[in-house]
């Protein structure tokens, strides 16, 4: 494999005894090395990145336009209102691709050349989700643009907007974790889109994303106000309009850790099993 330097090869036998005593540097190395190959296949397959720009657009189109002047009587100020939550949204959804893609290219046999080389055995998974947070970044890119492009200007200027957007990506980085291990736990493509949707759905529209949680019904608000999404869009909202952001910040970096720190192992395990 190119990915890795040919200094570093040994026999394949040889191969899961060497990835043992990988360093921590050399794991991130590995990881970053692999990372390029994700992003290679960008080249390969613009139609992904298609996908996770057209239909961004189409959400910021159908819910300003449509349901603006309903929701808020103003559709300039509920456009205000979802941009942060529409970018969380396609970001979030977005995450589910990386447990469809680690598990067509175990299906397909790509990760046995991986446990061939001397190389750690998180560092694949490193590679497709780092490669992935840069079509997520695209994403993000595309909808700020085309909120732009109707009137939207954040008051946090340049500064909160690259805010807001480390902060949805911290958090898309700790949910591609949960979507690797789902991806490496269920058999196929399919199922792994299907059951990714499903806890997907609750998360993104049961939150603050489109609505006020004051709004909500009893149980419902009860829900969104301990949803993790709820605090990705409260502190965009925050940063985006130069408001302080302390209290949710706190909060998207706990569920972050969380999601890393139980995640990460399980779909490293999971890995060590399937691959």
Known sequence: MSAVNTAERSPLSAGPATAQRITPLGTVRHGALLTWRSLLKIQRNPEEVLGLTFMPLMFVALFVFVFGEAMMGDWRAYRDLITPGIISQSVIFATIG??????????????????????????????????????????VIMVV????????????????????????MVFAFALCWLSAFMGLLLRTPMAVNIFGSIWMFPLTFASSAFVPTERMPGFM?????????????????????????????????????????????????AYRRRA
């Open 221 to 269: 608000q009860t829900f969104a106000e301990f949803n993790p999404v709820t605090h990705v869009i409260d502190a965009m909202r925050a940063l985006l309009e130069g408001q302080p952001a302390g209290e949710p910040l706190l909060w998207v970096a706990g569920w972050s850790v969380l999601l890393t720190a139980v995640f990460f192992p399980l779909a490293t395990r």
């Open 98 to 139: 990386t447990g469809v893609a680690l598990n067509s290219d175990i299906e397909k046999g790509i990760f046995d050349r991986f446990r061939s080389l001397p190389i750690a055995r998180s560092a694949p998974l490193i590679g497709a989700i780092l490669g992935d947070l840069v079509r997520y970044l695209l994403t």
């Open 145 to 168: 643009l085309v909120a732009m492009l109707i009137g939207y200007r954040p008051e946090g200027g340049a500064v909160g907007l690259v805010a807001a957007t480390a902060v949805v």
